[in-house]
């Protein structure tokens, strides 16, 4: 029973769901980004190169034969990749500086003093009172 209890304990904590939060938003931005990539970047990228599609391109390693389909080395699909990998290390590079930037700000904000303590108005008060007798 104390497993049990120890993986409760471990799956409710903040970090384990903010972990599972964070992967899972990671997943969908990257079909998001991929999507970008293919679907808006690229395909005017292969137009400005001769109408190339960068799915298509590749490297015929061996003909095909038959019922045997062609042997293909697709670089075009590898380039895409590389495309998607830099937007996506950009765009979360560009949240952690936001995100540092925030935190930067709110430890900046200059807080308002403590009040006074007990001690220190009573001081106050006799201070005054002795000045005023003067």
Known sequence: MSMMKDFKEFAIKGNVVDMAVGIIVGAAFGKIVSSFVADIIMPPIGVA????????LGYVLQEAVGETP?????????????????????????????????????????????????????????????????
């Open 49 to 56: 190169m001769g109408g190339t599609d960068f799915t298509s």
């Open 70 to 134: 062609a042997v293909m080395m697709s670089y075009g699909n590898f380039v895409q990749t590389i495309i998607d990998f830099v937007i996506v290390a950009l765009a979360i590079f560009v949240a952690v500086k936001v995100i540092a930037s925030l935190k930067k700000k709110e430890e900046e904000a200059p807080s308002a003093p403590p009040a006074p303590s007990k001690e220190e108005v009573l001081l106050t008060e006799i201070r005054d009172l002795l000045k005023e007798q003067k």
